[in-house]
């Protein structure tokens, strides 16, 4: 038999166990042209947030009783298909199944032999591209600046971090404990980092780690900390939005100081973003995140949980901090 988790019901507010189901069916069987597929990991982020709320977006809501799906690294065990082999690996927007039947659409064969599998959907996934795109493309870093980070000890925050730093950047993490504070100068090369929980006065904190202004803020969490990051900002300062971990849960619409004048008065880019409006340039950049990993430029940290029907919890485990890095689930 094979087990799948769907959406129960829509959360309110943050997710509860009780807003999924794991439901029983019978392991498929493939066609010509198919290849069964058996997960092997599978990636929680917190956009899969919005995806639960029934609201207009970048992409179509789940459907209830539906399966949730995410990026998933999974093997082929069987193969009625010219270009997959029993023994491939393959990574791919798939659903949370133990098994599944795929015609191949969208997978991309990957090299356990080069990196760990969970590294595909990680730092050579599409958090490594989304750091990479999203800090080039927008923030075009330049050596001398400096940039902010927030949720920096996070699966795209701690890359950003280090890529910044190798284009010459000064580089200052925000993040929600010590001791993640202290990995990200430790292991991740940040110069500075700030313990959001325990500072009374993020301003002026940041203000005091970025003594010569914010050029690039690289904004994971929205809410209070980026309108800290917002007062210190220089001429010319690119802001860019790539998520808003600290409000997906809201019942309410957050408030927020208006950003205009600050973006006016210093000539300031704020421009949000998804990793696909950069798709056209993901080979040239998968290609460089590789380069730097495997020169020991880049290096990352997971926190894997085992066990398909941990993933729900696993999910709702992210707005409470308790990733370090990458969250994968390992079936």
């Known amino acids: 038999m094979n087990h799948t988790i769907v959406l129960n019901k829509r959360p309110v507010g943050k997710p509860q166990l009780t807003d999924f189901s794991i439901v029983t069916e019978e392991t498929p069987t493939i066609n010509t042209g198919e290849i069964l597929l058996k997960t092997?990991?599978?990636?929680?982020?917190?956009?899969?947030?919005?995806?639960m709320s029934d609201s207009k977006s970048y992409i179509a809501p789940f459907e209830l009783q539906k399966p949730v799906s995410s990026g998933i690294i999974a093997e082929v065990v069987e193969s009625n298909h010219s270009k997959?082999?029993?023994?491939?690996?393959?990574?791919?927007?798939?659903?949370?199944?133990?098994?599944?039947?795929?015609?191949?659409?969208g997978l991309i064969k990957i090299d356990a032999k080069k990196a760990p599998q969970s590294a595909y959907l990680g730092i050579l996934g599409m958090t490594g591209l989304t750091a990479y795109l999203g800090l080039s493309e927008i923030g075009n870093p330049q050596k001398g600046e400096t940039v902010v980070v927030s949720g920096a000890a996070g699966a795209v925050g701690s890359v950003v971090g280090q890529i910044a730093k190798i284009r010459g950047c000064r580089v200052v993490g925000v993040a929600g404990t010590d001791?993640?504070?202290e990995m990200l100068t430790r292991d991740f090369g940040f110069d500075e980092a700030i313990n959001y929980n325990t500072t009374e006065n993020m301003t002026e904190a940041i203000a005091t780690a970025?003594?010569?202004?914010?050029?690039?803020?690289?904004?994971?969490?929205?809410?209070?900390?980026?309108?800290?990051?917002?007062?210190?900002?220089?001429?010319?300062?690119r802001i860019i939005?790539?998520?808003?971990?600290?409000?997906?849960?809201?019942?309410?619409?957050?408030?927020s100081i208006s950003v205009q004048p600050f973006l006016v008065k210093n000539s300031a880019l704020m421009q949000g973003f998804i990793v696909s409006n950069y798709a056209a340039k993901f080979p040239e950049a998968m290609q460089q995140l590789a380069t730097w990993l495997a020169e020991g430029k880049l290096t990352y940290v997971e926190t894997v949980v085992?066990?398909?029907?941990?993933?729900?919890q696993a999910f709702i485990d992210l707005f409470d901090g308790k990733n370090k890095g990458k969250m994968v689930v390992k079936i």
């Open 210 to 237: 970025c003594p010569d202004g914010v050029d690039i803020y690289f904004d994971n969490v929205g809410g209070d900390i980026s309108d800290a990051a917002l007062l210190n900002i220089n001429k010319f300062a």
């Open 84 to 105: 997959f082999s029993k023994g491939d690996f393959v990574s791919g927007l798939l659903q949370w199944k133990e098994y599944q039947k795929s015609t191949g659409e």
């Open 179 to 181: 001791e993640k504070v």
């Open 40 to 51: 092997s990991y599978v990636s929680v982020d917190p956009y899969l947030r919005g995806r």
């Open 306 to 312: 085992e066990g398909f029907t941990q993933i729900p």
């Open 241 to 255: 939005i790539c998520g808003a971990i600290s409000v997906y849960n809201e019942t309410t619409l957050p408030k």
